[in-house]
T-cell receptor, first 115, second 114 residues
Framework: DTGVSQDPRHKITKRGQNVTFRCDPISEHNRLYWYRQTLGQGPEFLTYFQNEAQLEKSRLLSDRFSAERPKGSFSTLEIQRTEQGDSAMYLC?????????????FGSGTRLTVV | AQSVTQLGSHVSVSEGALVLLRCNYSSSVPPYLFWYVQYPNQGLQLLLKYTSAATLVKGINGFEAEFKKSETSFHLTKPSAHMSDAAEYFCAVSDLGSQGNLIFGKGTKLSVKP
């Protein structure tokens, strides 16, 4: 078990381009979360999966954002038509069935810079 | 709505001195509470958690926190700071209206002087 893996670690893209990030959770964890962290702020919740089902989406997740978790394993987060305001660290976390009670294991994040 | 307030965006201590990072929460019922640490360009690592058992919680790296319901506080302490403790620390509370949401404070950056 190597923890939660995120790829890529850094992404620089031009405004208007689409980007996709990948998260591989801890293999026995059935819950997966995406958070966004901007400079000087704490992480903000984006969305949550239990197995392959997306159970919650934050109002921060505009229609340009989409997340999937096919087969309940890895997850992808896609941002279409990126804007400069999308520049942030995107964090993935996973947990077991106890969910929030146990706390989450976070990955190292993908830092997105939109130029 | 629940919220977390971390007093002091930046705290500086000398090596060997007491570390005290403050966290106050707002919740209508006792929540689950967490402290995470983040090193530069890294994700968040769980330091400790309060889940309605003992009010004094011990975590990794010599840190501990005390849940005080009357003060709605969950301050993080360490008796003696080490240079390796320099990082950003986040307090978080479970969102009662959500199954997947932790609400984080804005963080406190800890600097340790030699």
């Amino acid at each position: 078990d190597t923890g939660v893996s995120q790829d890529p670690r850094h992404k620089i893209t031009k405004r208007g381009q689409n980007v996709t990030f990948r998260c591989d959770p801890i293999s026995e964890h059935n819950r997966l979360y995406w958070y966004r962290q901007t400079l000087g702020q704490g992480p903000e919740f984006l969305t949550y999966f239990q197995n392959e089902a997306q159970l919650e989406k934050s109002r921060l997740l505009s229609d340009r954002f989409s997340a999937e978790r096919p087969k309940g394993s890895f997850s992808t987060l896609e941002i279409q038509r990126t804007e400069q305001g999308d520049s942030a660290m995107y964090l993935c976390a996973s947990s077991s069935g106890q969910g929030v009670r146990n706390g989450y294991t976070f990955g190292s994040g993908t830092r997105l810079t939109v130029v | 709505a629940q919220s977390v307030t971390q007093l002091g965006s930046h705290v500086s201590v000398s090596e060997g001195a007491l570390v005290l990072l403050r966290c106050n929460y707002s919740s209508s019922v006792p929540p689950y509470l967490f402290w995470y640490v983040q090193y530069p360009n890294q994700g968040l690592q769980l330091l400790l958690k309060y889940t309605s058992a003992a009010t004094l919680v011990k975590g990794i790296n010599g840190f501990e926190a005390e849940f005080k319901k009357s003060e709605t506080s969950f301050h993080l302490t360490k008796p003696s700071a080490h240079m390796s403790d320099a990082a950003e620390y986040f307090c978080a509370v479970s969102d009662l209206g959500s199954q997947g949401n932790l609400i984080f404070g804005k963080g406190t950056k800890l600097s340790v002087k030699p």
